[in-house]
């Protein structure tokens, strides 16, 4: 029952130029020269994926509602980016210590929505979530595809608190042509055994496979990760929005 | 400001046998054949950890309680199991569905007090988590670094599930000579600007990739992963411990 060594091999692309609305991330990520394969996967991270769609927002322009004013008083923050994560957010779940945990309109419970002041190219901006990261997912494969001859899987990274553990680890929020979800649920183990509870969710631990090797400071916003092959569909498949635990069949938080 | 381009790898080790209660599970890694580096991290699936460090209950010798009856027959399983279950909890936060999710006397919250019967060697027996799964890690270590005279990290991971997503991510439950999470906090993005909330799970997201590589039903618990040099540290640190939130300090569930 031996089976070939897989070897997972995550190797950043270099620097890419900033990022800006209407870039051509694909083009960048092709012409980068780092081969890539139709087993590849290229996990993007979420930042540039919303630069590149132009999800930036000028606060400037944002007029505070009473209800981010006094989120905002709370949290110290400036209450017009605090109208932007409401505008984002379906539920605001905590507001507490200058965090806000939402409910995205995505599903995605994250830290303010997903809306950063981190890494944008302008201050007095900051950067949403794509609208939609398995269309964008999807759309940079079918270009990554036309541009290369290759159809590697992609995945939008994003780094997302948890709950009850510290730190951040990163999640697929979008995903093409990569299974979600692997379910080995009612399978035996080698004694026979169902394997009840395994469910695995590789393209979070892809996300998080990739995040290793970049810098956060760094323009490193790109990882092509290999070696994952049984996992790669020629569909684009059901995406990261198939990751989504509905509130009403969660029982770990 | 370009860094050296950091590849990341893993590799399963080859089928190790069966490992019981004394099996020398160092001896066994050292022996398999994979060079091993002082900058790799050893990554090793709890169950095997426990089996040798003998964490395995025979049932029938389990006299369940008047609470583990009542919750087993809400659950529909084993009353005795569910005792061993409640002996190595500090908590049940919930029991639904067949699942208890349970805070154990680590302090990790997981299905079932990560008491399981997949993959036990023997049928009536259950695996309990290690005792203390960080000087498991430190333990292994040692030996390793006295049988190959390399002193790679090591990391012991769990599968376990979160809330809001779907499916398991593995985590680290212990960890020697790598360091559990890395502070970006206060540090400054290429804009000068700081990057607020970024606190990287750097052992979960190791435990993760790992698991990337290895299928359930195989006999391959142990993952030797390269490219971590910078996370790697001389003395076996705080350990898988430090990534444990308090639940007073816990914004996400």
């Known amino acids: 029952m031996s089976r070939p060594a897989i070897t997972l091999a995550a190797r950043a692309l270099p620097d890419l130029p900033e990022i800006t609305a209407g870039s051509d991330l694909a083009a960048l990520i092709a012409g980068a020269g780092i081969p890539m394969d139709d087993g590849d996967v290229v996990v993007v991270a979420q930042k540039v994926v ?23 008083q709370d949290q110290r ?7 932007v994560v409401l505008d984002e957010s379906s539920q605001v779940l905590r507001a507490e210590r200058g965090v806000l945990i939402c409910r995205t309109r995505h599903g995605l419970v994250c830290a303010n929505a997903g ?10 901006t900051v950067i949403l979530l794509p609208h939609d ?3 964008s997912a999807r759309e940079l494969r079918a270009r990554l595809g036309a541009l290369t001859g290759r159809r590697p899987a992609v995945v939008i990274g994003d780094s997302f608190g948890r709950a009850w553990r510290h730190g951040q680890s ?8 990569l299974a979600p979800l692997q379910d080995w649920r009612g ?4 004694q026979g055994r169902a394997l009840n509870a395994t469910w695995i969710a590789i393209a979070d631990q892809v996300a998080g496979a990739a995040d290793l090797v970049r810098a956060k400071d760094s323009g490193e916003p790109v990882v092509v990760v290999s070696g994952l092959d049984p996992h790669i569909t020629p569909e684009d498949g059901p995406g990261a929005r198939s ?6 069949e969660d ?3």
Do not use: M, T, W, Y
Not at 65 to 71: D, F, N, P
Not at 77 to 83: E, G, I, N, T, Y
């Open 133 to 135: 990261p398995d269309a």
């Open 115 to 124: 809306v950063d002041a981190s890494n944008a190219s302008e201050s007095g």
């Open 187 to 190: 399978r035996l183990d080698r």
């Open 170 to 177: 990163d999640v697929a929020i979008g995903c093409a042509g």
């Open 77 to 83: 923050h400036d209450p017009r980016a605090v109208q």
């Open 50 to 72: 919303s630069k590149a769609e132009g999800r930036v927002v000028r606060l400037e322009g944002v007029r505070p509602s009473a209800r981010a004013i006094e989120l905002a």
């Open 251 to 253: 029982l770990f938080r």
């Open 243 to 248: 990751l989504i635990r509905p509130p009403e």
